[in-house]
């Protein structure tokens, strides 16, 4: 019994610390945005460092391209990106797929914004967004009719962020609604003026 009681007193040592860790990489409103690096769907990379401080940037993370609620959700921002880029936002979707995917899911949607991909999840786990890493395969359809099969990285939640210019986390939602997404991000950059 004291055996028992000593294991579970170590692993309460142990793991506590990184439990700990986790809970802290969870953003909130009012923390300083991570600064992140990834490839653009042009093979480029991005630095937010490039951006934050310049224009607010807006990062929403999304399972797959090509698929029901991230197309919606992506051509919702494709259709408002005029009013966005009026005041001042910048917007890029990150995903598990590779940068050839979200070229082909770019030229598809007509989409008029950055896609990133973050195959390993890296910077989802720098926001605190789930992401259930290994490779899995999307067999979607494009515009054309033309069946596609997508492999991507790993697949992240749909999580939405605003940085403002300060470089501060100034909105989130971690339970996104895919079709209302663009016009919530907007009456939350309203606000901050």
């Not at 992506?74 to 050839?100: Q, Y």
């Not at 210019?165 to 996104?176: H, L, P, R």
Request: hydrophobic letters at 40%; glycine letters at 8%.
């Amino acid at each position: 019994m004291k055996h028992l009681i000593a294991t579970a007193c170590l692993a309460v040592l142990v793991f506590a610390p990184a439990l700990r860790a986790e809970e802290k990489k969870a953003l909130k409103v009012g923390d300083t945005a991570p600064t992140f690096e990834a490839t653009d769907d042009q093979g480029k990379a991005f630095k937010s460092a490039d951006v934050v401080g310049k224009k607010v940037l807006v990062v929403y993370f999304y399972p797959a391209d090509l698929t029901g609620g991230c197309t919606k959700q992506a051509c919702g921002f494709r259709d408002n990106m005029s009013a966005l880029t009026e005041k001042g936002v910048e917007v890029v979707g990150v995903s598990g797929d590779s940068a050839e995917n979200h070229k082909i899911f770019k030229k598809d949607r007509n989409l008029n914004f950055t896609l990133l991909a973050d195959e390993k999840g890296e910077v989802a786990k720098l926001f605190g967004v789930p992401f259930t890493a290994g490779p899995t395969v999307a067999k979607v359809t494009d515009t054309a009719g033309n069946k596609l099969e997508l492999t991507r990285g790993g697949t992240a939640k749909r999580w939405t962020f605003v940085i403002d210019k300060s470089g501060k986390i100034a909105y989130k939602d971690d339970k996104v609604n895919a079709t209302e997404d663009a016009k919530k991000i907007l009456e939350a950059v309203e606000k901050l003026k």
